[in-house]
């Protein structure tokens, strides 16, 4: 073993972190954002917010499915995989619906090449940004070796290759003791089927669409 494995092991000894409670509970809905255009605009927070959500993930929202909540935000939730793929495999979704990477939006780009860097309430910049936050935050908690030593995996599944048509973050660690098959194949970002949160940052800032392939069942 080597000296810094060593180190690491004195300041983050291993313990196995509980996990939380299998509990059905209803997950308060963000804000409604007023929309003078909208006509379900005077609509307050209630139990309807979801229905729109036909997911899984949706039904964990409404509380219709217990889940293993690990934290929870106005705007997002993040709950254990039901399958877990990595020693610590979370998922971060927000609570709004948003069907796929595909559904993202970015600064708008003019055919000049000039971004409009402003109009952040036209854009997902700042949730895919949130989302990213959390996931280091169970790092910190959950794996804090493996956030330290950047032994982690974050990630969206593109379409057609994601299990659920709701957006989710895959947040995995430590990435050296996963599965060969699941940290070089399934989660590898840069695959055609799996992309980085960072990736998706970087394109949605540019003005571009949050992956380079275009949907496959769309022209």
């Known amino acids: ?8 092991q004195f300041l983050f000894p291993h313990q196995q972190k509980q996990q ?9 809905p963000p804000p409604l954002q007023s929309d003078s255009n909208n006509e379900n605009s005077d609509l307050t927070k209630n139990d309807d917010y979801y229905t729109n959500n036909p997911s899984v993930f949706g039904r964990i929202l409404a509380g219709e499915i217990p889940s293993r909540t ?4 106005t705007e997002l ?4 995989d039901r399958s877990p793929k990595a020693p610590f495999h979370a998922l971060v979704i927000p609570k709004q619906f948003v069907k796929s990477v595909y559904s993202l939006r970015g600064n708008i780009r003019y055919s000049d090449g000039e971004r409009d860097n402003k109009s952040q ?7 895919i940004q ?17 956030l330290a030593t950047e032994d982690y995996i974050l990630c969206f599944h593109i379409p057609p290759f994601n299990s659920v048509d709701h957006l989710h973050l895959h947040v995995l660690a430590p990435a050296s003791e996963m599965n060969w098959v ?17 990736e998706v940052i970087e ?10 392939y275009k949907h496959p069942f769309q022209c």
Not at 20 to 28: G, T
Not at 70 to 73: A, F, G, I, V
Not at 139 to 145: A, G, K, S
């Open 130 to 146: 949130n989302m990213r936050q959390m996931g280091l935050d169970l790092l910190e908690q959950q794996q804090p070796e493996a």
């Open 182 to 198: 699941y940290r070089e194949i399934k989660y590898k970002c840069g695959a055609r089927w799996c992309t980085s949160d960072l």
């Open 1 to 8: 073993m080597s000296s810094t494995s060593l180190c690491f």
């Open 20 to 28: 939380p409670p299998l509990i059905a509970s209803y997950h308060e």
């Open 203 to 212: 394109r949605l800032m540019a003005g571009l669409p949050a992956v380079r």
């Open 77 to 80: 939730l993040a709950f254990q």
């Open 121 to 127: 309430d036209k854009n997902d910049i700042h949730l």
């Open 70 to 73: 690990y934290l929870e935000s």
